[in-house]
């Protein structure tokens, strides 16, 4: 029922930006929770930042926190993850994820619509 599909990914030099968008479908979107996952080569994927259906409530974990911004236009049906000051170890495949209910965030169990994943590399 909803399709997910990231774009913006790409090379970028340390310390440069990115920003990364998630095209959503489905009429539910707009009362979603929306999320960003990453997954480097050999490590688990792990959550970078999420935020509520109303846009009120964002969250972010540490490693990213003040250099990436999670935002959602849900008129467009559309994720947003705006990164800054990028680091070589932010290098990963981006995943965008969407979830009905407010609980747990940050789990990426909890999260039921996954779109195809979109290759973020950092060089030094």
């Known amino acids: 029922q909803v399709q997910l599909v990231e774009s913006g990914g790409g090379l970028v030099q340390a310390g440069g930006s990115l920003r990364l968008s998630c095209a959503a479908s489905?009429?539910?979107?707009?009362?979603?929770?929306m999320a960003w996952f990453r997954q480097a080569p050999g490590k688990e994927r792990e959550f970078v930042a999420a935020?509520?259906?109303?846009?009120?409530?964002?969250y972010y974990d540490e490693f990213v926190k003040g250099r990436f911004t999670i935002s959602r236009d849900n008129a467009k049906n559309t994720l947003y993850l705006q990164m800054s000051s990028l680091k070589p170890e932010d290098t990963a495949v981006y995943y965008c994820?969407?979830?009905?209910?407010?609980?747990?965030?940050?789990?990426?169990?909890?999260?039921?619509?996954w779109g195809q994943g979109t290759q973020v590399t950092v060089s030094s």
């Open positions: 994820a969407a979830g009905p209910g407010t609980d747990y965030p940050r789990a990426v169990g909890r999260y039921d619509y």
């Open positions: 489905g009429r539910t979107f707009r009362r979603y929770t």
């Open positions: 935020i509520s259906w109303n846009g009120d409530s964002t």
